[in-house]
């Protein structure tokens, strides 16, 4: 009895050590060293924007106090963060084709799981960011993947509040096409949840003939809705930033420099966002790609002239998009509707004959993301998504060729945030099932192989300094 | 007598336990509108927005205190600049709830629109929990504005003498630049130097930036700063004076027409706070 009774007390004294030591939620962003104020006041939890976060961003990096421009800050202040992530993590690859006997392709192939793990690290961000006066901004954003291979994953100037107008904002440069859920802003890592799905979607068909095309019809007409483009955007916002647009103008070229391809696209996204009593502030929005990619290549002496892409095609994506709160629950949620033109989905220049029966493939896909956001320094994230192809490139393909459904979940952990940096304990399980997505074994008379599923386990500290 | 004393270290430890692990919150609340915060779910949104400036305990210490010029407001004297009460009273939940929506320029303390109504008039409520005065005391009513009179040439001339006569300019200089005689003496009621406000390159006042505002910091000063009330000095006619003299010291501000019902607009105030949700 007197056993049982000391062990309560150690039990209840335990308890009480541990939640009193639970520190308050006071970080500082890279913006700090300017506003001194704590990341939390802008982020969810960080990298994801709340409201007033978003309404900072949408104002040019500003918050309207008078001491927005450079001028005000002391001479020695340099707007720079940078943000990496040590890590370890465990890939996981079901059905590959590996010869039956290593190094001996003769004695023929089998499907088998391929597993990999161990230490590493992400790609380095080297962030600058802030205003060069008041209300003209910048960003620019060297990011190295983890060889130390750098490129720039944005560089933008914008003119803020034109005409003295909060809805006349112009961005010219590389920049994240403004969209209510940002990809990068994501919480989460893993090679397979580090991206949706839905917003890099490609029909397997067109991956499949693209990869047995020659050299002149190796174009390359992906879009991905969550990578920065090059071009120049208008947009515009509210006050408190609840009602927001953008439309912009892009070149058709995914956002590499040094290839303008000559042709444009256009992205144009709304929200709003509605104060509902308790619950805060819920948001819907809506978004529209129109683009279009070259079929080939100019030629020199039968080589492709890699900056002249001709026969362009279009493709669209549209979607809508909501952020709802509940409480300490929030929802971020996506639907998105593809489609490509025929001769994008098959991979075929547009001055050579089509594939008999073939047709522009189009596709449905979405995801629900939860976020329990127990604290600011602590956060519980969970995904689920889902691609479904509503039209084959050919009848005869099996239905669910090319979906995918994924799913991960972790938590993010600050264990403290102090004045200057932030450290993120990030925790994550991924598994994304690409239907009928294996290849197919060398004696197998159909085209198409099994399910392919992938898996990701992730234990990184994620830190910005 | 074993067990007694057991028992006695259970109920010890259970009440240290109680009293380390939550901060005792009193049912503080505010009243803004048709709206009623709670200090419960302000002291949530404090922690996230506010505790880096303003401390865990509202005393104006948090992390980020020693880089901060002006220092944040100390929430535990129950002293606010920016108040619609006599000078020496606590402000109305109104008042606070409008600081926290405008911000303060040229201080670090941003506008905190992009919240919700809820959330501000909830953020009101805790900061209230952290002066005693709070539970102690009420706010007396505001000061009764009468309305403006007109801003001609006779006015101005009426509040050019009468911001001599006042020793208005032995803070704010002469010609209004904040560099009069004892601008370099004063300090604010925490003993951190405080410069005079420079109506030359000025656009915006640290209370709001209307003529109403205005008038509402002549009368009502500035509490925790060398700025006094003037409510029993100028009659509030005079007052209007000084208001439209002041007016003409202010080089940068745009010459619009201000009236009040415009620059409610302005700060996307034009609806009665809570009346319907944003």
Known sequence: ?????????????????????????????????????????????????????????????????????????????????????????????????????????ALG??????????????????????????DISFSVLPSADSSGSFHFENVFVRFDNLFRTRWLNLKLGKFELDNLVSEKRMLFLSSNGGFYQVYHYTPFREVQFRASNPPIVQFNPVFGIGDNQLGVELSGHSENSYARYSVALLSSNEGSPGLPNRTYDWWASFNQGFAVG?????????????????????????????????????????????????????????????????FLGTGTAANAPLPVGARGPTWNGGFVETHFTYSPQLVFVQRNEIVRMSRQVFRTDPRDLGDIDA??????????????????????YSLVRSY?????????????????????????????? | MKHNRMRAHFTGILVLLFAGVGQVIFAQESHIGGLTGEGSRGKQLYRRYCVGCHGPLGDGRGENA?????????????????????????????????????????????????????QRADLVAYVKTFSSSFREEKPPSP???????????????????????????????KEGRGDGPSAQTLVDNRGYPIPPYDFSVGTRFKCGESNQDLYRILMTGLDGTPMPSFANGLTPAQAWDVVHYIRTLQMNVKRKKQTAENEKKDRGESKPVGAQPE
């Open chain 1, 1 to 105: 009895m007197l056993l049982r009774l000391r062990a309560a007390v150690i039990f209840i004294l335990v308890l009480g050590v541990v939640l009193s030591v639970r520190q308050p939620a006071h970080a500082i962003p890279a913006f700090a060293r300017k506003y001194d104020l704590p990341c939390s006041a802008c982020h969810e939890a960080w990298p994801k924007l709340n409201d007033f976060g978003i309404a900072f961003r949408d104002r040019g990096y500003q918050l309207g106090n008078e001491k927005d421009s450079p001028i005000w800050q002391n001479p020695s202040y340099w707007p720079i963060t940078f943000r990496i992530t040590p890590e370890w993590h465990r890939e996981s690859s079901s059905n590959q084709v590996v010869d039956t006997v290593p190094g001996n392709p």
């Open chain 1, 109 to 134: 192939q089998i499907y088998q799981d391929v597993t990999t793990h161990g230490f590493d690290f992400s790609g380095l961000d080297i962030w600058a960011a802030g205003t060069l006066y008041k």
């Open chain 1, 278 to 342: 308790k619950l805060g502030v819920q948001r819907v929005g809506a978004f529209a790609f129109f683009g279009q990619r070259p079929t080939f290549f100019n030629t020199s002496f039968g080589s492709p002239v890699l900056s002249e892409g001709l026969g362009n095609k279009s493709l669209y994506r549209a979607g809508l998009t909501g952020l709802f709160y509940i409480k300490k629950v929030d929802f971020s949620t996506v639907f998105v509707h593809g489609w490509d033109n025929v």
């Open chain 1, 407 to 428: 799913f991960s979940f972790g938590l993010r952990y600050y264990p403290f945030m102090f004045s200057r940096a932030g450290l993120a304990l990030h925790t994550e």
């Open chain 1, 436 to 465: 009928k997505s294996a290849s197919p074994l060398p004696t197998s008379t159909s085209p198409f192989g099994p399910d392919l599923r992938s898996s990701s386990v992730f234990i990184g500290l994620d830190f910005a300094f």
């Open chain 2, 66 to 118: 020693p880089w901060i010029d002006p220092k944040p407001r100390d929430f535990v004297t129950g002293t606010f600049k920016c108040r619609s009460t006599p000078t020496g009273a606590l402000p109305t939940d109104e008042d606070l709830y409008k600081s926290v929506t405008r911000g303060f320029v040229n201080s670090n303390m941003p506008s905190w629109l992009p919240l919700t109504k809820q």
């Open chain 2, 143 to 173: 000061l009764s504005m009468p309305s403006e009179s007109a801003a001609n040439q006779q006015s101005i001339q009426s509040g050019n003498e009468l911001y001599q006569k006042m020793n208005c300019w032995s803070c704010h200089g």
